[in-house]
């Protein structure tokens, strides 16, 4: 069965450093990838996806991520973090024909100044 | 504004008691989802609907029916609540292409 692996459930940074959220996925075939980010409270906002298209996806608020199908990863990045970036971000994958979008159990971000 | 609406936002029942928590979406999706959300658990998918018409299980559907009223109506009940349901749930509708949309929440606490 499809699985979703986030490493680390909390993950913290300073202000303007370098944010690195890691995902790998378990299949033979490329699936297709997206990365959400939940605020407190709150709904789930699409921040990228990835559907075979180029292997490094930009996504809102400066962040990307990229595919590499010899590691199975998708990680998220961004360049300097910002307070605001503050909240739990999911990664998720559909296998292809599955109809079915399933969780990582999710990784905390708390930002420092 | 286009979306996905769920209803209520918040509910308490006692053990035993049922009910409807009600999605909608107005972006034409023929997929919907209903999942729930527990501390250190991410999302897991309760239901789904492929399109209108079809429904299938998905990670953890015991203790839960749903319905697909229509293309834009997606319900999932709870027959005989349990402490153990007690969750936040999200319905949502999309798939690979468009991404998914997710509702706001339904924040569900039984005792």
């Known amino acids: 069965a499809q699985s979703v692996t986030q490493l680390g459930s909390h993950v913290s940074v300073s202000e303007g450093a370098l944010v690195l959220l890691r995902c790998n996925y378990s299949?033979?075939?490329?699936?297709?990838l997206f990365w959400y980010v939940q605020y407190p409270n709150q709904g789930l906002q699409l921040l990228l996806k990835y559907t075979s298209a180029a292997t490094l996806v930009k996504g809102i608020n400066g962040f990307e991520a990229e595919f590499k199908k010899s590691e199975t990863s998708f990680h998220l990045t961004k360049p300097s973090a910002h307070m605001s970036d503050a909240a739990e971000y999911f990664c998720a994958v559909e296998m292809d024909s599955s109809y079915k979008l399933i969780f990582g159990s999710g990784t905390r971000l708390l930002v420092r100044p | 504004n286009a979306g996905v609406t769920q209803t209520p936002k918040f509910q308490v029942l006692k053990t035993g008691q049922s009910m409807t928590l009600q999605c909608a979406q107005d972006?034409?999706?023929?997929?919907m989802y209903w999942y729930r959300q527990d501390p250190g658990m991410g999302l897991r998918l309760i239901y789904y609907s492929a399109s209108e018409g079809t429904t299938d299980k998905g990670e953890v559907p015991n203790g839960y029916n749903v319905s697909r009223l229509n293309k834009r109506e997606f319900s999932l009940r709870l027959e005989s609540a349990a402490p153990s349901q007690t969750s936040v749930y999200f319905c949502a509708s999309g798939g690979r292409f468009y991404g998914y949309t997710f509702g706001s929440g339904t924040r569900l606490t039984v005792v």
């Open positions: 299949s033979s075939v490329p699936p297709y």
């Open positions: 972006m034409n999706h023929n997929s």
